[in-house]
């Protein structure tokens, strides 16, 4: 059974399958049955108190907690006595596929997460709100997509929560507005904004200086390095397809035909014309 640290790759190719996505808010005093569970289940909650036991471990919940159930553990949640509760819950199987001695393995996982812990960072708690939202509508909805959608939520649920407890220092609200000033770039390779750093800061509404420190944080490279290598894998299509050296430069917003060659050789190792040969 693993329950090492998931890479980001390993964690793309989990196999999941859902049995219950739900949305509960719970009556006064409510107690679910004593039962011995065989899936996985992650519970956010996001109002109220309540209790859960699992085997001979009592853990005490308020909003902005999280529990995570491992298979075939004894679990009972108890409302609180006093107020409703309102939480979300989600069942599901989860397998990794694993090549042994050249042949694919299905491993059982056991998910690198505490069983009940605080989200401390309101930011990203926000956003799990949101995601274990989506989930619960995907769920309930019967079109063909949604399933899909529904995968695509839980996976960024189980990424967030991995890379959060991993490093102490993750902070969600940075990783959110990096992410945005990425999503820009990609979207605007083509335009010279090299040189426009305070446009970039003025997207998330952060100055270029914070902006220079916390894209270092989140990603270990610049912003200009980081764009650079946008540039030079949007011209490697480019020149895959007989794109000319200069027009590959101006299409990826280089005005210098030297700088570019310059560029792509510092990434790639080559030099445009000889990758363009190959």
């Known amino acids: 059974m ?10 793309i190719n ?15 005093g409510w107690k679910s049955p004593k039962e011995r569970y065989e899936n996985h289940c992650l519970i956010l909650v996001c109002a109220g108190k309540c209790t859960i036991i699992e085997n001979d471990q009592k853990y005490e919940l308020t ?13 009972q949640i108890i409302c609180s006595s006093t107020e409703l509760v309102e939480y979300y819950t ?13 042949r694919w393995e299905m491993m059982d996982m056991v998910l690198p997460l505490k069983p009940c812990q605080k ?18 509508n995907h769920w309930l909805s019967d079109m063909p997509n949604d399933r899909i959608r529904l995968k695509a939520s839980f996976l960024e649920i189980l990424n967030l929560l991995i890379s959060w407890q991993a490093n102490k220092k993750f902070q969600y609200d940075k990783i959110r507005k990096i992410e945005r000033i990425i999503e820009y770039m990609i979207e605007n390779y083509s335009s ?3 040189i426009k750093m305070e446009d970039l800061g003025a997207k998330v509404n952060i100055s270029t200086q914070y902006l220079r420190k916390i894209f270092k944080e989140v990603t270990g490279r610049s912003p200009i390095e980081y764009l650079t290598n ?9 020149l895959k397809k007989g794109v000319s050296v200069t027009e590959t430069a101006r299409l990826c917003g280089f ?3 030297y700088y570019f060659s310059k560029c792509f050789k510092k990434v790639t190792g080559l030099s445009p014309k000889n990758f363009q040969k190959r």
């Open 2 to 11: 693993l329950n090492d640290q998931l890479s980001n790759d390993q964690l």
């Open 230 to 238: 946008i540039k030079v894998e949007k011209a490697k299509d480019f």
């Open 90 to 102: 989600i069942d599901f199987k989860c397998v990794l596929p694993v090549l042994q001695d050249g």
């Open 255 to 257: 005005n210098d035909v």
């Open 63 to 75: 909003k902005y907690y999280l529990h995570y159930h491992k298979p075939y553990e004894l679990r």
């Open 119 to 136: 989200i401390n960072d309101m930011y990203l708690f926000n956003r799990l709100q949101k995601l274990f939202n989506d989930c619960s």
């Open 14 to 28: 989990v196999a999941t399958e859902f049995y219950h996505v739900r949305h509960f808010i719970d009556k006064v």
């Open 192 to 194: 010279d904004i090299t």
